[in-house]
């Protein structure tokens, strides 16, 4: 139920990225809800995740003309891929989506943004009005330019559009906050910069799930942008201080920004001569020294939407889920 008029579940559903992190937890959502949903990725997996190209939506085209609803989901999440890999999923192929689902009559485009696109140097409580900012690397412009894309067709559509801008999601499956920071933990190559003093605003990936879920239904939701984080933020330190425990080591260590900057440049320069990836960039460390967290009012009052899973629980979660991955090997807390 939203603050205004009564959530529906749309009569068909189709997620692209449907077998990565949010997509998949967005698939288990809606069948568990009863609606028919269909995902696109890379691989077919399954009779509901269907192989496509989000680059090449036309050959999908008939789950476009069938769907209620698209959610995008599909993107690189990555501060170290090329810049022209991440201009062309991120941004191109999304234009050439929302494109072909508004020729296609697709009543509503709920796109998956990030609130990485306030930009690195914002500082202080941000709500849906503050300008957005491209200081961050290759991610968080891309992000930014894949919101224009889409606002820049369905400004000229009559499809819907809602734009929601996630926290830093962790949660079981979680790649950034779960799985690379346990494997640098053990290979004991994990430093934060701004001494551990940055701001994290974790949300768990089922807050996110419902939050999207009333996105998808709710009418009031339709033009608008929407941030779904937590209430206030946590230390970066308090965050990954959970990881050491899981794999009972001391830490994390925190070095000034400068340090750690100097330390990911020279990481990537091996990385490269190497040929291998960098997560830990220039980019991330700037990106885990940040002063700013987010409004939620906009999605409390639109949506009725409110973090249900506390953050103790949440990482208790996500520590048994690595746990089963063999991610840590050690049963206690």
Known sequence: MSAQGASQIPAKVLITGANGFIGGALMRHFRAQGAAVVGVDLVAVGDDIVAGDIAKPDTFRQLLLDCDVLVHTAAIVSNAMSDVDMWTVNVAATANLVA???????????????????????????????????????????????????????????????????????????????????????????????????FFRPIFIDDLIHG???????????????????RGYITTREFFSHHFRWLNKRGPLAVPTGL???????????????????????????????????????????????PRVAFDDGMQRSRLWAQEQGLVKDKRA
Request: glycine letters at 10%; one cysteine or more.
């Open 100 to 198: 072909c689902a508004a020729d296609c009559q697709v009543e509503r485009f709920v796109h998956i943004s990030s609130i990485v696109v306030y930009g690195n140097s914002a500082a202080g409580e941000l709500d849906e009005n503050h300008p957005v900012h491209a200081d961050g690397g290759s991610y968080v412009l891309t992000k930014l330019a894949a919101e224009h894309a889409v606002l820049a067709t369905t400004v000229k559509s009559d499809m819907e559009v809602v734009i929601i801008r996630p926290g830093d999601v962790y949660g079981p499956g979680s790649r950034p906050w779960v799985v690379l920071p346990l494997e640098a933990i053990a290979k004991g190559q994990f430093v934060l910069p701004a001494k551990g003093e940055g």
């Open 212 to 230: 999207i879920g009333l996105a998808v239904s709710t009418p009031e939701a339709a033009g608008e942008v929407l941030n779904l984080s937590c």
């Open 260 to 306: 750690a900057l100097a330390g990911a440049a020279m990481a990537t320069k091996i990385a490269n001569l190497t040929g291998g990836i960098n997560e830990a960039s220039t980019a991330t460390v700037l990106q885990l020294s940040t002063k700013s967290w987010f409004s939620i009012a906009k999605a409390e009052r639109i949506l009725g939407w409110t």
